[in-house]
């Protein structure tokens, strides 16, 4: 039960019923789409790039509570950052989710998903609009999946 | 003589034993732990089934005695092997109650029977312009064999539409079915919605027109007797593994007749009866699609989960799985939220069902702590999630050992569910 509730955290499921930044953006200048063909999680993450600074994020799709609300949070941690710091954080989370680092102390809220590394398989559904977020940076124009 | 008299009376009219789950649950070993501190209670039989002691003791005896090649050597342990592993065969086709036991093929499983006959029956029947049709409630395996066929030959997949239960739309399926058709390939049983297809007349209607049938028996040789003669379906796959035995062992069964106007499906040793460089001569039936060394050890496994079954009974078997399923549905219907996808009147004892506002990966997370195992997910049958228009499910699917505390246990765990994720 407590590797239940350090899991499903009540941030992350506050952001997995009510996902911010869902929504289909008027003016982004880059997106990806991320799919994890194990449960059936889809996202569409949206970017506003203005030089290197990522001024806007959004996205959309439907996926498990952990990928929706990683999705949910990665679009409030990083507006305003630059892709250079995204990159960085998102090597953090990764050494957070897969159990590789404990210290949480750069990550603000993502700390919540510290939990994850206790649920080895659902480390996909944790870094899926990481990943994508990469794909977007990149320009890539394929679907990442988690495969 | 009087004694012999006894014991055939007693065969004969042997009154129907209760069946006692407690009894069949002492043979499966891995039953017998708890998983997050909570006893196991496994619900992903449509998965794979648990083995129960008799099989592993068959696979192990094998390997502690009479391991060796088959059909090639003189001595005496390749002698016992081949002996076991053709026994094996021969309770296969009591099994499935086939007319010849060189209509049995060892394969690695039901994957690879449908990518046998594709490959074989398939290439040489269906050219440019025919038809295949399946069902919309088709497992992977018998869908993406008959996509690779088509697009090699110019062929045309036509997939017959379902009802909102789950069933097989009968007068859509029938129009189907014309001058192009080369084959009917559907399944007995579906995977994800439990729906048992009413395969006897889908074969005659089909046969009417000429048109072979093969059934994808992959979950329903587990649950409920198979006859291929009553049937007279062309070709039946299933697997092992599905039916409480080994990994890595299928069947496909098919006609003799059209066995043997097919061509190999793989080159090697065992499918030959001469080679020369210029030449080779086939072998005959079954090892004509049985190159290579087979798995010896998963037949005589196989073996053992067939006498298994068979001395329980598979009626037996199926009247107990069905009183579960109602037992199950009586008590899902209950849990707040909760939709059961497919309520085929004709069903297996499968349940996928989906929580309202929960994802079946976060369900599939929370019963596993509480120790129930089940499968969430597409079930590899990712069409049939677009026709019920949800990304994925929850199922449970029962087996022999299954019991009425375990469906409780599951109900529980859906509360616990709740309780966790609101
Ligand atoms: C209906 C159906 N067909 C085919 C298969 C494939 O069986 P195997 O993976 O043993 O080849 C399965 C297994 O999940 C199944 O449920």
Redesign the interface.
Known sequence: ?S???T??QEVI?DHS?RPRNFRLPADSNRQAEGFNP?????ITLYLKLDGDRITDLAFQG?????S?ASASLLTETLRGKTTAEAEELFGKFHDLVTGKAKGTDSLGKLAVFSGVSE?PI?VK?ATLAWHTLKSALEGGEKPVSTE | MGTATTASHDVGHRPRRPFDVQRVREDFPILKQEVHGKPLVYLDNAATTQKPRQVIEAEQQFYLHDNSNIHRGVHELSERATQAYEDGREKVRRFLNARESREIIFVRGTTEAINLVAQTFGRERVGAGDEIVISAMEHHSNIVPWQILCQEKGARLRVAPINDRGELIWEEFLKLLGARTRLVAVTHVSNVLGTVNPVKAIVDAAHRLDIPVLLDGAQAAPHQPVDVQALDCDFYAFSGHKVYGPTGVGVLYGKAKLLEAMPPYQGGGDMISSVTFEKTTYNTLPYKFEAGTPNVAGVVGLGAAIDYVSEIGLERIAAYEQELLQDAIRKLEKVPGLTMIGAARQKAAVISFVLEGLHPHDVGTVLDQEGVAVRTGHHCAQPLMDRFQVPATTRASFALYNTHQEVDALVAGLHKVREVLG
């Open positions: 039960m590797d239940l509730r899991l499903y499921l019923k194990l449960c059936g999680d889809r439907s996926g498990c509570a952990i929706t649920f659902r559904c």
